[in-house]
């Protein structure tokens, strides 16, 4: 049951050492703010779940904070490579993490399996593709009705969901809206879940196609205004497309990489004053 409490409790309490964690989003309401906790409190050996892993998970990797990452597309959106995740694979620095890489229709099916209890997911894919040869958790079976070739991928079952939300009610529900990824599913498919909004208020008011994670599913939701920033938050604020500029030459060699993080988020003690040195930040560069 849902408790509201601090970001930080909430990393603490909740999240340990060797979980399987997804932070998920979509290029929309990506938990940027949860991100930046795990870093702070130095979680680590985390086998993290994204399908579409980006600079949050650029700084995780290169803060040394994860083991294994299971994805389906990786890299700074409409900018590059990400230079941490990529001195990991093939420089062995801070530590070579183990990959896992999996369609997008696999991830999405494995997610909902997950949070229906299954064992496995059943989906039309990986056809032509080489993906099979280098997995031993895509296997393919016939459809006992149709006799049809099916690909069957294992379910993802985490340790704990982070999400962000624009809103949650002071009894702990939480609501979002816009463009979604596999949020819903990856909380359900979660022993644990924290979400971090944007605004706490009396009464959610949900419109058409916009989603309801009731507090039974939630562990924790903290108030964290601007907690997807520099991703976007409908309703609230716009993408910060000049901090994904900004992010590959800052991410392309270690120095400048650890002293940014240093900067900006080690000796910063919440996202409210990260917020406030990359601001400032910002304006010295201007």
Known sequence: MAEIMSLREAIGTFV???????????THLIPFAAGHELIRQGKR?????RMTPDIIYDQLIGMGCVRKMVFSWGGNPGVGSLHRFRDSIERDW????????RSHA????????????????ILRGYVGSDLPKHSDRIRFIACPFTGEELAAV????L????????QADRRGNVLLWGILGVQKEAVMAASRAVITVEEIVDELRPAPNACVLPRWVVSAVCHEPGGAFPSYAQGYYERDNRF?????????????FL???QRHVLDTASFAEFRRVHATTAREAA
Do not use: C
């Open 16 to 26: 340990r050492d060797g979980d399987h964690l997804a932070a998920e989003g979509f």
């Open 45 to 49: 050996d985390l086998t993290v779940y």
């Open 94 to 101: 801070p530590h070579r993490i183990e990959i896992e890489e």
């Open 106 to 121: 696999d991830m999405a099916n494995a997610y909902v399996a997950g949070a229906s209890g299954l064992p496995f997911a």
């Open 154 to 157: 294992p379910a993802i079952k």
């Open 159 to 166: 340790d704990v969901a982070i999400i962000h939300a624009q």
């Open 244 to 256: 994904y500029l900004a992010w590959d030459p800052i991410a392309r060699t270690r120095e400048t």
């Open 259 to 261: 002293a940014w993080m």
